[in-house]
């Protein structure tokens, strides 16, 4: 299950775009400083390996990277967005029905926003296997964390809670890793009849990483 090889295939802004030749993938998701880039460095062990651009421009797209010329690792932008969401959905939902008796289409510029095309490849890519959602173990659970966890799992699209930076020794006031940790599984747990497969990760400690790694190589082959 470990990572051999890993080679940038491409950016696609819409699912439509996305590699076409069916190998399984893994969509990595998460808010920005969740830890993202430092966990996919610790997975494949290579710094130099800058995965997760920083650079403006990349950061809006989907981007595929070929893991052992078998299946894709996709690096989402880190979301942030989904502070907006609500307020987008209503605004999308007004929009709409003010204009659904026109049969308007929706202006160029609404299928560039982030959310919309990101959902576009939830919804619609046949060989996302998983999502793995990043969460920050280090802080108590986070509205917009719960917010994307409840969407994914309202959508059926499978999901996989990874939990970062657990070696983080409390902040003077607050809880431990694993304090936070459960407290995000019990408001998750009111919203799942089967609750998701979760993982806790350290990219300081190398924590969780071979567990990651068999879990995606058993999703992988299921
Ligand atoms: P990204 O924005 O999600 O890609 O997050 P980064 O990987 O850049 O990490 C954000 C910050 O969290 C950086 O200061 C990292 O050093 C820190 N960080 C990331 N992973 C860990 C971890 O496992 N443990 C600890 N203690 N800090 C971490």
Not at 25 to 45: D, T
Not at 123 to 143: F, G, Y
Not at 189 to 198: C, D, F, I, S
């Amino acid at each position: 299950s470990q990572i051999k090889e890993v080679e940038f295939v491409k950016s696609s802004s819409r699912a439509k775009d996305c590699p076409k030749d069916n190998r399984p993938e893994f969509a990595i998701l998460g808010r920005s400083n969740v830890g993202k880039s430092s966990l996919i460095n610790a997975l494949v062990r290579k710094k130099e390996v800058a995965l997760t651009s920083k650079k403006p421009g990349k950061t809006q797209l989907i981007n595929h990277f070929l893991v052992n010329k078998s299946w894709y690792i996709v690096d989402l932008p880190g979301y942030g967005f989904l502070e907006e969401v609500g307020l987008i959905l209503r605004l999308t939902a007004t929009v709409l029905l003010s204009f659904l008796w026109l049969f308007a289409r929706a202006p160029d510029s609404a299928k560039t926003d982030w959310s919309s095309f990101t959902k576009g490849y939830f919804l619609n890519r046949e060989t996302l296997v998983a999502v793995l959602l990043l969460i920050d173990a280090s802080v108590p659970p986070q509205r917009i964390d719960l917010d994307c966890a409840n969407w994914l799992g309202r959508n059926n699209i499978p999901m996989t809670f990874v939990f970062t930076k657990c070696d983080k020794m409390k902040a003077s006031k607050g809880k431990r890793p694993d304090e936070n940790i459960k407290d995000f599984q019990e408001l998750i747990r009111e919203n799942y009849r089967q609750h998701p497969p979760w993982i806790m990760t350290s990219s300081v400690t190398g924590l969780g990483r071979d567990e990651l790694l068999l879990h995606m190589s058993q999703l992988r082959n299921y």
